[in-house]
């Protein structure tokens, strides 16, 4: 099989018909996938996909499902040969996300990762073992006698401790333990939002976007003040972290509009600060805030506003000392895709 990067070399191609081009050659890497597991080791099958998924993430948009479609088959073939792989429990929890967002939460291509990410051999030396042991113990000698904050940073300990073991399923279990009593557990409204938004990144970091989606839903709604048009500059970037994280949520879980809206009005809130760029969480939040609107857009047949919200992104970062070329090469490419 031919490499696919030395298969597109058409010296002035213009960008619509070099897209095309690799769409074409990403399918039938992926019809003929079908048939490498009987033709090939698993070894050459995983070193085939790996070089599919780097021309995808040089010229195929994230929004396009064909990129998630190609990512999924190397994520499966990597966990066959390396499945204690530490790359694997890297870009599992990113791959469920972007998947959740080009194929929806309940499509069998999430299920087939989510059960990757279930099946994490469990770590059983004693070290660990005992880690968690005390965590367990940690925690039963915390509920109901010791001040509810306390209690509540021990499960969550726990549940990084499970975590650690290669026991996924305890983790989520201790993480929904906690989130089902938090309404009972006597907490202030400061510690109540602190847990609120541990857990809720916990659970979207792991690609648990259909847990995030309410625990970010009720931040953002209690985050009135951080939405203010006079908000201090340093409230404002925590807020508008907030905000992308909620955005994103939506759009995994097919709330296009919601997504919209709460990505517009984070959007426009931080151009007015467009004198700070020279900061550099301010300029993360202002291009990756602005590159998420287009997403939303684009879900909901703006093809037009949605390339002009990636154009503004992608300038906005190749415009900057903050350059990174692979993050640039996502929004060009989202750019192209949404104008084909």
Request: proline share 3%; aromatic share 8%.
């Amino acid at each position: 099989m031919a490499m696919i990067s030395d298969a597109v070399r058409g010296i002035g191609m213009q960008d619509e018909d070099r897209y095309v081009e690799y769409t074409f050659l990403l399918r039938t890497l992926l019809m003929d996938d079908r048939d490498l597991a009987m033709t090939v080791s698993a070894r050459r099958r995983l070193s085939i996909l790996g070089r599919g998924v780097n021309d995808a993430e040089a010229y195929i948009a994230r929004i396009d499902p064909l990129f998630t479609e190609v990512r999924a088959r190397y994520v499966d073939a990597l966990h066959r040969v390396k499945p204690k792989s530490k790359w694997l429990r890297t870009i599992i929890g990113t791959a469920i996300q972007e998947t959740c967002e080009t194929h929806g939460p309940d499509h069998p291509l999430v299920a087939e990762l989510c059960a990757v990410q279930k099946r994490w051999p469990v770590r059983a030396g004693r070290s660990i073992a005992r880690k968690v042991e005390q965590a367990e113990q940690e925690v039963a000698n915390l509920r109901g006698t010791a001040p509810d904050r306390q209690y509540a940073a021990a499960v969550c300990a726990l549940a990084t401790r499970y975590y650690e073991a290669g026991r996924y399923d305890a983790m989520i279990d201790a993480y929904d333990g906690l989130v089902a009593e938090l309404d009972s557990l006597d907490l202030d409204e400061r510690a109540m939002t602190l847990f609120e938004d541990l857990v809720a990144n916990a659970y979207y970091n792991h690609g648990e976007v259909t847990r995030a989606a309410p625990l970010l839903a009720s931040l953002y709604a209690k985050g009135a003040e951080r939405r203010r048009p006079d908000i201090p500059f340093e409230d404002l970037i925590d807020g508008a972290f907030l905000h992308l994280s909620t955005g994103r949520c939506y759009l995994a879980t097919g709330q296009f509009s919601a997504a919209e809206t709460v990505l517009r009005d984070s959007a426009e809130r931080l151009r007015r600060h467009d004198d700070k760029l020279d900061n550099e969480h301010f300029h993360l939040l202002r291009h990756r805030t602005t590159y998420e609107l287009g997403s939303a857009l684009w879900k909901q047949g703006g093809k037009r506003e949605a390339a002009e919200c990636f154009q503004e992104a992608h300038e906005l970062l190749v415009e900057s000392r903050f350059a990174n070329e692979k993050t640039a090469t996502v929004y060009h490419s989202a750019k192209t895709y949404s104008l084909l």
